[in-house]
Every structure is written in C-alpha cells, then in structure tokens.
C-alpha cells in the first residue's frame, strides 16, 4: 500500500447531508428491529387499551381516532419545520464551505492533515473515532466533527474499499 493518500474536493451538500447519518450513527447506532418492532407494538397495544378504556366509559371510540389524527397532524407539523431549519442549517455549512473552497487532505501513518482556504488541522489516528462508509464517500469523525471525502476524489486506481482498508490499518497500527 501508499506511505501517503491526498485527495482534493470541494463541498459536496448532497454527500455531507448523507454523511452526517453515517456520523451521528457511528456514535447512536440504531436499535435492532426485533426491539423498536416490540416497542411499537407496545405502542398501538396501549393505544387499543384506550379505546376499550373510553368505549367501556361509554363514549364513542372517534375520539382516539381524532386524537390520533391530531397528533398525526402535529408530528406533519413537526417534520415540515424540523426540514425547513436543517435546510437553513445546510445553507449556512455550505456558505462555510464555500469560503473555505478547495479541500486538501493528506493521510499517512502518523494521521490526517485537513488544508483549506480557511484552516488547517492535523489529527493523530487516535483523534479519529470512527470510520464509516456512505453512499459515495467515507466518513470520518473525531469528538463532534466529521470530515467527508468523496469516493470521486480518491487518486485514481485506488478503490473506495482499498482506501478504507489502508486507513483502517493506519488506525489500527
């Protein structure tokens, strides 16, 4: 293998937006399904419960189907603004990226140097926490921080696996 791997990108939004699924994932894997299949059944079960409960107090059982067409009408509210600020979350890490233009990143055994048009940071392999693929790059996180290299970046002849597998082993050495 190399005794050093240099990529240069620009700001990808699509691929960061991605990446940033495989960043908070490396840290909150997500739940196994067998255990968010039982809690969600535990969920509708409590939720039939209410519905004897309010029918057996003889009142009609559309007011849980209003409760829960409420509560759907609260969690469509929700996502609509939860998507519309993480869009202006985007566009103010873009316009960051943006600034900062081109990115120059140079890996080898000692660990990662990170150049731009703003800043400059060298991590030691032991600062990298976790190494993750997404579709179309590689995530890397150190603490709160994520860096994404594209796959279309990587020096030509070298494969997106081999690129993680050299990293790994600098990692892991």
Same mark, same amino acid.
């Given at each position: &293998? ?9 700001? !990808? ?7 940033? =699924?495989? *960043? *908070? ?5 997500? @739940?196994?399904? #067998? ?8 969920? *509708?079960?409590?939720?039939? #419960? ?8 003889? #009142? =009609? ?5 209003? $409760? ?5 009408? &609260? ?5 609509? #603004? ?9 566009? @103010? ?8 233009? @081109? =990115? ?5 055994? &000692?660990? %990662?140097?990170?150049?731009? $048009?703003?800043? @400059? ?17 590689? %995530?890397?996180?150190?603490? %709160?921080? &994520?860096? %994404? ?19 790994? !082993?600098?990692? =892991?050495?």
């Amino acid at each position: &293998m190399s005794d050093n791997i240099s990529v240069r990108f620009a700001y !990808d939004r699509a691929l960061t937006r991605r990446a940033m =699924t495989g *960043w *908070w994932q490396s840290i909150v894997p997500p @739940e196994p399904f #067998l255990k968010r299949a039982i809690i969600w059944a535990g969920i *509708w079960f409590g939720l039939l #419960l209410v519905t004897f409960a309010i029918t057996a107090y003889g #009142l =009609t059982p559309y007011f849980t189907v209003a $409760g829960l067409a409420g509560a759907g009408v &609260m969690v469509a509210a929700f996502s609509y #603004l939860q998507r519309t600020r993480m869009s202006r979350f985007w566009d @103010e890490v873009g316009s960051h990226w943006d600034r900062a233009g @081109e =990115t120059q990143v140079d890996f080898n055994q &000692m660990g %990662v140097r990170i150049r731009d $048009g703003v800043s @400059e940071r060298r991590l030691k392999w032991s600062a990298i926490d976790a190494i993750k693929t997404v579709k179309g790059g590689t %995530v890397f996180r150190s603490a %709160v921080s &994520m860096l %994404v290299v594209p796959d279309a970046a990587l020096p030509g002849g070298m494969t997106a696996k081999d690129f993680r597998a050299q990293l790994t !082993d600098w990692r =892991t050495s």
